[in-house]
């Protein structure tokens, strides 16, 4: 069935699944390649890209300033999920205040975090992404690589 959905289509099936969702795993790898991952709350902004928030000294900040690229899954009460590989940076700025205004209607609890010492917000941008719906057969998987800002609309 997907190979006949546009690219649009799967799109904002993704979109809509990541909206529908606040938790997912966060996985870095340390220095040594250790890998490391956490279940953390999450939003999002411009389509795909994935916000968190989180202490400067958590091992998930002291990995991502050595090596950016991160994984992430959402997903997994319901047999779909979402699988993202991106590149994580630390938000400053406009964006930083547009990124957390997003955060926070999603997980308003954690506006009390914010202006604690120590906490910071990373954006997550996609490199790739894979839909699983494994509640069907055959199942229903399929990737996106294009993430352009308003592509699902």
């Known amino acids: 069935m997907t190979e006949y959905m546009s690219e649009g289509e799967k799109q904002k099936i993704i979109a809509d699944f990541i909206k529908a969702h606040s938790l997912g795993v966060v996985a870095t790898a340390h220095e040594t390649g250790q890998p490391e ?4 709350e999450y939003g999002e902004i411009d389509q795909f890209n ?3 928030d989180i202490f400067d000294n958590s091992r998930k900040f002291q990995n991502i300033q050595k090596n950016s690229r991160v994984a992430f899954v959402i997903g997994w009460d319901d047999n779909i999920t979402v699988q993202y590989s991106g590149v994580a940076e630390l938000l400053v700025g406009e964006e930083l205040a547009r990124a957390k205004e997003a955060y926070f209607i999603k997980n308003p609890r954690a506006k ?3 202006g604690r010492e120590g906490i910071v917000y990373i954006k997550i941008t996609p490199t ?3 839909y699983s719906d494994l ?8 990737e996106v690589t294009n993430f352009e800002k308003d592509s699902a609309k």
Request: hydrophobic share 60%.
């Open 37 to 40: 991952a956490a279940v953390v």
């Open 135 to 142: 509640r069907k057969y055959p199942w229903d998987v399929f």
């Open 112 to 114: 009390k975090w914010d």
């Open 128 to 130: 790739w992404i894979r």
């Open 50 to 52: 994935i916000i968190l």
